[in-house]
């Protein structure tokens, strides 16, 4: 790539920033990137700030040096909040967070981010990299000099002639790239997809910045009380001999000294020491001894893993914890969280009561009822399930009396608890074994009975199954050995290399191609529900605070809780029915001080 000039600013020059600010005013678009110091927005520095103009006397870059003067992210403002001026990077996300956090501006849009295109476009292939370096490679074929030395370098002017030529080249490439990145997503009918996740980019920027509280003496006391039961139950383990000839405590977390003790002991030979392993020993000292080996696991995970990793010296100085969220981190478009994995942290009120509000704050806590058993009602098209929806009637119980066989009023808390199972498993035609294993029946003949009873009482689900099927077998490339699907609504692309979408020994992954539909439809919902939210709560104080799955969580002083309450309501039933007008969305929140208050 050629190197344009680089206009480095480093303190507050009036002429040459009134030059910029007639140079980026006279385009359509410009490039953003940031360099830092880490990948920490709250805790690393933001060092330059480079703009790419592409002016009509040719392509100028500014490298704004705002760690040597903070004052010039100011500047910034009128070309980050200027609503004509299309805004291209590459993963813009990043950039925001440190921007957002240090107030450069209130929002950053329109944007094009040519990560988020290389996302959609090869969403699931797996032998694909989304870098800068690897678009500009495969859209361009143009080699970039991405020295890895550099790219952790920037940590306070004076700058070299090669760390300003990285800038440079980082905003040279977005704009090379969005001419052909636009294109394919027109071919493949998703730029209003891609307009949509660039939309999203603020919400997810500010859950990022935002975060949870941490009630550290709640903390301090539930890692105390699962030290103790862990110190209970080890005793309760069997000694082992060491080499030496002394005896221990069998160790929980070594499988080599549990099969060894398995096999002398009880004469089992386990081909490894996984849940579902321990989990199936039927003999009775044996089991027994493999329940106590898996609370141990299980109290020694959550300690480790949901309590002393949020003490508050891992912490920001402010005591709350930020996850990092990936607005594309599955291939359906479900967003992920990292940093921590907030879908992981267990439900049970003694962990999701450590997750707070400020003080004189509350949280607001959304999530949608029955969310997919409603997208994959609609998508179906069966009429026996999108009846009952409209008309109130509870669905778990009309499903307890098809499978059991009961009148509707006569159907017990244990048959809805069941039915409860076969819905959400038999939307995804699970079968009869993992329907026995989730507790729906108590033998394989009861759990093929049940699945025949469920699809009889809704035949369009059957169907709808099997012309997914026939879809993917259609579309599966032989040749490549590639298949394809796309989400309905958004018409999100999703590739299917043959060992994600075929079992080695031939079958098809039938429960891959049911729930990816279902689970893209509810997410894409979900999306344009933050959009509508962040619109909605501009004029409050209330801040998004996390997404996982189909819940939203927002922080808000007291006195506006209800008011956000109503808000987030709305805004979660508009996001979803732009896709669903059969089915009714419900969507309820809750107002309290802490995330186990839902």
């Given at each position: 790539m050629t190197t344009p000039p680089i206009y480095y600013v480093d303190r507050y020059d009036q002429e040459l920033l009134s030059c910029f600010d007639e140079q980026w005013q006279q385009v359509p678009v410009v490039t953003i990137d940031c360099e830092t110091t880490g990948l920490d927005p709250v805790r690393d520095q933001l060092t330059l700030v480079g703009i790419g103009i592409p002016a009509k006397n040719g392509f100028q870059c500014?490298?704004?040096?705002?760690?040597?003067?903070?004052?010039?992210?100011?500047?910034?403002?009128?070309?980050?909040?200027?609503?004509?001026?299309?805004?291209?990077?590459?993963?813009?996300?990043?950039?925001?967070?440190?921007?957002?956090?240090?107030?450069?501006?209130?929002?950053?849009?329109?944007?094009?981010?040519?990560?988020?295109?290389?996302?959609?476009?090869?969403?699931?292939?797996?032998?694909?990299?989304?870098?800068?370096?690897?678009?500009?490679?495969?859209?361009?074929?143009?080699?970039?000099?991405?020295?890895?030395?550099?790219?952790?370098?920037?940590?306070?002017?004076?700058?070299?002639?090669?760390?300003?030529?990285?800038?440079?080249?980082?905003?040279?490439?977005?704009?090379?790239?969005?001419?052909?990145?636009?294109?394919?997503?027109?071919?493949?009918?998703?730029?209003?997809?891609?307009?949509?996740?660039?939309?999203?980019?603020?919400?997810?920027?500010?859950?990022?910045?935002?975060?949870?509280?941490?009630?550290?003496?709640?903390?301090?006391?539930?890692?105390?009380?699962?030290?103790?039961?862990?110190?209970?139950?080890?005793?309760?383990?069997?000694?082992?001999?060491?080499?030496?000839?002394?005896?221990?405590?069998?160790?929980?977390?070594?499988?080599?000294?549990?099969?060894?003790?398995?096999?002398?002991?009880?004469?089992?030979?386990?081909?490894?020491?996984?849940?579902?392993?321990?989990?199936?020993?039927?003999?009775?000292?044996?089991?027994?001894?493999?329940?106590?080996?898996?609370?141990?696991?299980?109290?020694?995970?959550?300690?480790?893993?949901?309590?002393?990793?949020?003490?508050?010296?891992?912490?920001?100085?402010?005591?709350?914890?930020?996850?990092?969220?990936?607005?594309?981190?599955?291939?359906?478009?479900?967003?992920?969280?990292?940093?921590?994995?907030?879908?992981?942290?267990?439900?049970?009120?003694?962990?999701?009561?450590?997750?707070?509000?400020?003080?004189?704050?509350?949280?607001?806590?959304?999530?949608?009822?029955?969310?997919?058993?409603?997208?994959?009602?609609?998508?179906?098209?069966?009429?026996?399930?999108i009846e009952a929806m409209c008309q109130g009637e509870d669905l778990h119980t009309l499903t307890a009396s098809k499978c059991f066989h009961v009148p509707v009023t006569e159907v017990t808390k244990e048959q809805r608890s069941k039915a409860k199972v076969i819905n959400f498993a038999l939307i995804y035609a699970a079968g009869p074994k993992l329907l026995m294993g989730m507790g729906a029946a108590d033998t394989l003949e009861q759990a093929e009975k049940i699945r025949s009873s469920f699809f009889q009482a809704y035949p369009k689900l059957s169907e709808f199954h099997r012309k997914l099927i026939r879809q993917v077998e259609k579309d599966f490339n032989k040749e490549s050995k590639i298949g394809k699907m796309r989400t309905p609504g958004s018409n999100r692309l999703h590739w299917f290399p043959q060992q994600d979408l075929y079992y080695d020994n031939g079958p098809l992954r039938k429960a891959t191609v049911y729930n990816r539909p279902v689970q893209g439809c509810a997410a894409d919902g979900m999306k344009i529900a933050l959009v509508c939210l962040q619109e909605k709560l501009r004029n409050t104080k209330a801040k998004l605070v996390a997404m996982i799955h189909d819940e939203v969580i927002v922080e808000c002083p007291a006195e506006e809780a209800e008011t956000v309450k109503d808000l987030v309501e709305q805004a979660m039933i508009e996001g979803m029915t732009t896709f669903f007008t059969e089915v009714p969305i419900v969507a309820e929140a809750t107002i309290g001080r802490s995330w186990a208050e839902k």
């Open positions: 500014w490298a704004f040096d705002v760690h040597a003067e903070p004052s010039l992210l100011q500047q910034l403002t009128p070309l980050l909040e200027s609503t004509t001026l299309l805004k291209v990077g590459h993963n813009l996300l990043f950039d925001w967070k440190f921007l957002c956090y240090r107030k450069a501006s209130e929002f950053l849009k329109p944007t094009f981010d040519t990560f988020i295109a290389s996302k959609l476009l090869y969403n699931g292939r797996q032998d694909l990299r989304h870098s800068l370096e690897a678009c500009v490679q495969r859209e361009l074929n143009l080699q970039m000099n991405k020295d890895p030395n550099l790219q952790i370098s920037f940590h306070g002017g004076p700058y070299s002639k090669e760390q300003l030529q990285y800038l440079s080249d980082d905003l040279v490439a977005p704009l090379l790239l969005l001419k052909p990145l636009q294109e394919k997503l027109e071919q493949e009918d998703m730029l209003m997809l891609a307009s949509l996740e660039n939309l999203c980019i603020h919400s997810f920027a500010e859950m990022s910045l935002t975060g949870f509280l941490i009630d550290q003496e709640a903390r301090g006391q539930l890692e105390e009380r699962l030290n103790e039961e862990l110190i209970v139950e080890r005793s309760k383990l069997p000694k082992v001999s060491k080499k030496d000839g002394s005896k221990t405590d069998l160790n929980f977390n070594s499988p080599k000294q549990i099969k060894e003790y398995f096999a002398t002991v009880f004469g089992l030979n386990l081909p490894d020491t996984a849940e579902s392993t321990l989990s199936g020993i039927r003999k009775n000292k044996a089991q027994e001894l493999a329940q106590l080996i898996l609370r141990c696991k299980e109290l020694s995970k959550r300690g480790d893993a949901f309590v002393a990793k949020i003490r508050l010296q891992d912490l920001h100085e402010d005591g709350r914890i930020r996850a990092n969220f990936n607005p594309l981190g599955t291939a359906s478009g479900r967003s992920t969280a990292s940093g921590p994995n907030l879908q992981q942290v267990p439900r049970g009120p003694e962990y999701r009561s450590l997750y707070t509000a400020s003080p004189g704050n509350v949280l607001v806590i959304c999530d949608y009822g029955q969310i997919e058993l409603r997208v994959a009602a609609e998508l179906a098209g069966e009429t026996q399930m």
